[in-house]
């Protein structure tokens, strides 16, 4: 609740790391997300972004691209850029997650239904309704199945496509 505070003690953890464990240690990379994750809730992306694409790579060597650390990283980096103003950069990155996803998890996994509506958000910021309304509905149909109708991420769904439909005309 108050990223301020904890940005100099993240930047001092990241800094304590790299000079006691390396650059590229695991705890460093922990550290390296974990202040990205402070920046953006302080609306900082370009520093985020920054530390994202370092950590990002890291974990596609390290990890594989299909890891589900690897695809929490490709995601926070697509929202980030998104966040930024970015939504064209951002749409292949939550298209590779989606994939990724897919491919890891499954259909009806929770992480899939996630990247599908993050996915679906940034296709509608980018005025591409029908894509995002097929996702919307999906992901919607899951939620309420998985989380009943007042779940809170089930109203998020209902609003998302409701505004979509609205918005497509």
Request: a negative charge.
């Amino acid at each position: 609740g108050d990223p301020e505070a904890a940005e100099p003690l993240y930047r001092e953890c990241l800094a304590g790391r790299i000079e006691t464990l390396g650059d590229e240690h695991p705890d460093t990379m922990a550290s390296r997300y974990a202040l990205a994750n402070t920046l953006s809730a302080l609306e900082r992306y370009d520093e985020a972004i920054e530390l994202r694409l370092i950590e990002l790579a890291w974990r596609r060597i390290a990890k594989g691209d299909r890891d589900s650390t690897t695809l929490n990283s490709i995601n926070a980096l697509s929202s980030d850029l998104e966040a930024s103003g970015d939504p064209e950069a951002a749409e292949p990155l939550y298209r590779e997650c989606l994939a990724g996803s897919l491919e890891t998890f499954g259909d009806r996994h929770p992480e899939t239904m996630t990247f599908r509506y993050n996915l679906a958000g940034c296709l509608s910021e980018l005025q591409c309704y029908e894509e995002a309304i097929e996702l919307r509905r999906v992901e919607l149909t899951w939620c309420r199945q998985n989380n009943g109708d007042t779940d809170p991420d089930t109203l998020s769904s209902i609003s998302g496509l409701a505004t979509d439909l609205r918005d497509i005309g």
